[in-house]
């Protein structure tokens, strides 16, 4: 995608844009932090408080939060030996964040990492090789950056009498 003109605003408005309505609903970074645990397999309150470093009373709010989002759902486990107690399973809402969280990953490993090698690699299970996060059209096939555009909706600019 080439560089947009420059403009005193983003066409679409802030509040019809369901990017920035996507950030509010996700919540805060303990969240995005519970949620990216979870993507990699962890379930049990214990174990996000480990992992995290998340004080538990946060951690029991934001579990709340995302179970009332329904970006995650309660499921009762019993470990030989003690109570039963409860575990957090994304949802397929919750699932289908692996792509945009495997995007930041890429873009955090170019931009943030400060030239280390990346502490994960994407790779196909069938050969081995290494995968990316790109724009992909309806056939399949790559589309480059620079040929990208975006179509905006009628709806979604903020119209001049709401202004």
């Known amino acids: 995608?080439?560089?947009?003109?420059?403009?005193?605003?983003?066409?679409?408005?802030?509040?019809?844009?369901?990017?920035?309505?996507?950030?509010?609903?996700?919540?805060d970074r303990w969240s995005l932090l519970?949620?990216?645990?979870?993507?990699?397999?962890?379930?049990?309150?214990?174990?996000?408080?480990?992992?995290?470093?998340?004080?538990?009373?946060?951690?029991?709010?934001?579990?709340?939060?995302l179970v009332a989002s329904g970006l995650m759902i309660q499921q009762v486990y019993k470990a030989e030996g003690s109570r039963p107690r409860k575990e957090y399973i994304l949802t397929e809402m919750g699932e289908a964040l692996r792509l945009p969280f495997l995007a930041m990953r890429e873009w955090s490993d170019r931009w943030v990492g400060q030239g280390r090698t990346p502490p994960m690699r994407l790779m196909r299970r069938s050969d081995g090789s290494e995968i990316h996060v790109a724009f992909?059209?309806?056939?399949?096939?790559?589309?480059?950056?620079?040929?990208?555009?975006?179509?905006?909706?009628?709806?979604?600019?903020t119209p001049a009498s709401e202004k």
């Open 34 to 65: 519970i949620l990216r645990s979870a993507l990699f397999g962890v379930r049990r309150y214990d174990d996000f408080h480990t992992e995290i470093g998340i004080p538990r009373t946060v951690l029991a709010d934001r579990l709340k939060r």
């Open 136 to 157: 992909v059209d309806q056939a399949g096939c790559t589309v480059p950056p620079d040929d990208l555009m975006a179509d905006f909706q009628d709806w979604a600019p």
């Open 1 to 27: 995608m080439t560089t947009p003109p420059f403009r005193r605003q983003s066409p679409v408005h802030i509040s019809r844009c369901t990017l920035a309505a996507s950030f509010d609903f996700l919540g």
